[in-house]
């Protein structure tokens, strides 16, 4: 592996479990959901989320585990409830993440607002991508595309069962 750390910035606060490390595996699929060390670790192993980051054998596949392991914090420390109310009064923790390589090289990416922040929101393209990739694991093309157009004209569904009929008819 060329990775030897990365650095994510503001620190979160372990007691709040942001940045729990489990060498042993994560024992369900929140544990690991809430560890920035197992997200980050698993999205540089498969860059496409959704179930399929929280299967058994990803919470406990060694490769994952010893990239988590390089994940560290840096810099003033925030708690979730902190990060929350800059969100409810229109604003959020600038974010940053920084990987070294073994070789000294350095790649980093910061984000005033995470995408679907009021301030960074998705575009219908996006949401429509987003959309289909989350889905393709339980609903099949026809499907997808049925919910999502209901969904993208809901003004006009009558019913709320309008929206969930497609999941019911494959």
Request: some cysteine; aromatic content about 8%.
């Amino acid at each position: 592996e060329d990775i030897e750390e990365i650095i994510v910035e503001p620190r979160f606060e372990k007691e709040a479990s942001r940045m729990i490390y489990r060498p042993e595996g994560y024992q369900s699929i929140t544990d690991a959901q809430f560890s920035i060390p197992y997200c980050i670790a698993v999205f540089l192993r498969d860059p496409r989320p959704g179930p399929n980051w929280f299967t058994d054998e990803r919470l406990r596949d060694p490769d994952i585990l010893r990239m988590a392991a390089k994940v560290r914090g840096k810099g003033s420390e925030i708690s979730p409830l902190d990060a929350f109310a800059l969100f409810q009064n229109g604003d959020y923790p600038r974010a940053s993440v920084e990987i070294v390589a073994t070789n000294g090289r350095r790649a980093s990416k910061t984000l005033p607002f995470p995408k679907g922040h009021p301030k960074n929101r998705l575009t219908e393209d996006e949401f429509r991508s987003r959309f289909r990739e989350s889905a393709s694991f339980v609903l099949n093309k026809h499907q997808i595309e049925q919910i999502m157009d209901r969904v993208m004209s809901l003004q006009n569904v009558k019913d709320v069962n309008e929206l969930t009929e497609p999941m019911q008819n494959p």
